[in-house]
């Protein structure tokens, strides 16, 4: 049923004129010239308190006229949605709409109308037969409304989502209201979008970096690891003393004694940790350790007293790149390998099938930060080899915490324990590093996921 109205001359200081979608309202003076010569063809629209419905510019143009009076059609007894209804419908169909206008009305027009019909009901598409009543307001009705041509085969509903995703974009970000079109608010909005994900992501994934050091516990590996839960290590990964103080390879860089890594210290150290990281790792768990050739047998031995079951075959770090550390080059020949073995505790397969020589490039200059470090990309190998996503891997003697980080990097956990207080300073800046850079390069990933999800939300 129509609402009642009413025909009068109403003062202009009684009207009540709230926030209006039309921004710019054009030429007014035109408009205020016309008004003069020819009067008021069309009459304002009020509700009963006077508040201004329709014909804002006119309203506009009797005040710059000093008019004190001017006629008003007065709809008496109607609800809240009809005055907004009114109220928008003299915009719906102009062609004049800035970019930001547009946004806006289309956002009043569809809620208003879902608040008054309902959302869509699931199955029910719009055809002439069936009406909002029936299955509630979709896009494509605010698509009708607004005019848009094609609405049958979903471009008008493509539009109408940019323009609802923009009007709740300017509340947030209302600078982009500057911008002088449409897709150029949009292209920036998903700039900044990204750029406030990201954002979120490398400070989330940065926490999350910061607590690794956590991880990293300065003191001797044989007191430590009696803290260690039983079996609830998934991998060892370790490198500890070889007991030759004068290693062909892996030269000593600093002139001061780091350790005492005589054969019968080195020895009786893996002699007093070995049951203990047998006692720790999980059932179907590997171990690797790397070992000098001068303990050849004797590091063997030791593991296998343990209870780990060694098998024949050596791995070899092949250092490509020729670095042979100290060497009689009169006598011998450069070595360029140093030894590893794999034991197991219990039986797991390996990921994949490979041979027993590893070729890696030594880390060299800025990038080593200790006598004996091992490349990170060989760990990270050994790493896929015998451990899943998640898995908690242990080194007792950390060293430059080559370990630590290839894990980190991999999206396993790790627990490493370091004797010397300076290393596990360096461990800790180089697990953070490495969590942040691999935040930075995830986080391209991540927006684009996010991205797609709200998308797919609409």
């Known amino acids: 049923m129509r609402p009642k109205q009413r025909f009068r001359r109403i003062p202009l200081a009684e009207i009540i004129v709230d926030e209006r979608f039309r921004k710019d309202l054009g030429d007014i003076d035109k408009l205020a010239e016309n008004l003069k010569l020819r009067g008021t063809f069309h009459p304002l629209v009020v509700s009963s308190n006077y508040r201004l419905l ?11 006229l000093g008019w004190e009076e001017i006629d008003c059609h007065i709809i008496d007894e109607v609800d809240g949605i009809t005055e907004r209804e009114i109220e928008l419908e003299e915009n719906i ?17 569809h809620n208003l109308y879902v608040e008054k019909y309902g959302p869509p009901v699931a199955g029910r598409l719009v055809t002439e037969t069936n009406t909002p009543e029936d299955r509630g307001w979709s896009l494509r009705d605010t698509a009708r409304m607004r005019g848009y041509a094609d609405t049958v085969s979903g471009k008008s509903t493509k539009d109408i989502r940019r323009h609802l995703t923009m009007a709740a974009v300017l509340k947030v970000m209302p600078s982009l209201e500057n911008e002088k079109s449409l897709d150029n608010a949009l292209r920036k909005a998903r700039r900044l979008e990204e750029d406030i994900v990201r954002e979120l992501y490398l400070r989330r994934r940065n926490s999350e970096a910061q607590k690794l050091g956590d991880n990293i516990i300065c003191g001797d590996s044989t007191s430590l690891i009696l803290n260690v839960e039983s079996a609830s290590i998934d991998c060892i990964i370790t490198d500890p003393p070889y007991g030759d103080d004068n290693l062909p390879f892996g030269q000593p860089h600093r002139t001061e004694k780091e350790l005492d890594d005589s054969p019968t210290a080195a020895l009786a150290l893996l002699r007093s940790i070995g049951p203990e990281l047998r006692r720790v790792l999980k059932p179907n768990g590997h171990l690797y350790a790397f070992f000098g050739p001068k303990l050849y047998q004797q590091s063997i031995d030791l593991w296998k007293l343990a209870g780990f079951d060694v098998r024949g075959v050596i791995c070899i770090w092949h250092k490509i790149g020729g670095d042979t550390g ?36 030594p880390d060299s200059g800025d990038a080593r930060f200790h006598p004996n470090q091992k490349p990170i990309a060989l760990i990270e190998e050994l790493i896929a080899q015998s451990t899943d996503p998640n898995d908690l891997i242990l080194d007792p003697f950390g060293g430059s915490g080559s370990v630590a980080v290839a894990a980190t990097k991999t999206h396993r956990r790790f627990l490493t324990f370091e004797l010397n207080e300076r290393f596990v300073s360096v461990i800790k800046q180089r697990v953070i590093e490495a969590a942040e850079e691999q935040a930075k390069n995830e986080s391209v990933s991540a927006v684009a996921e996010e991205i797609n999800e709200e998308e797919d939300s609409l």
């Not at 169909?93 to 027009?109: H, S």
């Not at 011998?332 to 397969?349: K, S």
């Open 54 to 64: 329709a014909g804002g510019r006119r309203y506009a143009a009797a005040q710059k």
């Open 93 to 109: 169909y102009r062609e004049d709409l800035l970019w930001q206008e547009e946004a806006k009305l289309t956002e009043a027009i």
């Open 326 to 361: 100290t060497v009689n080059w009169d006598k011998d020949y450069a070595p360029t390998w140093e030894p590893f073995l794999l034991a197991h505790n219990g039986e797991r397969r390996l990921a994949k099938k490979r041979e027993n020589v590893f070729d890696y490039k």
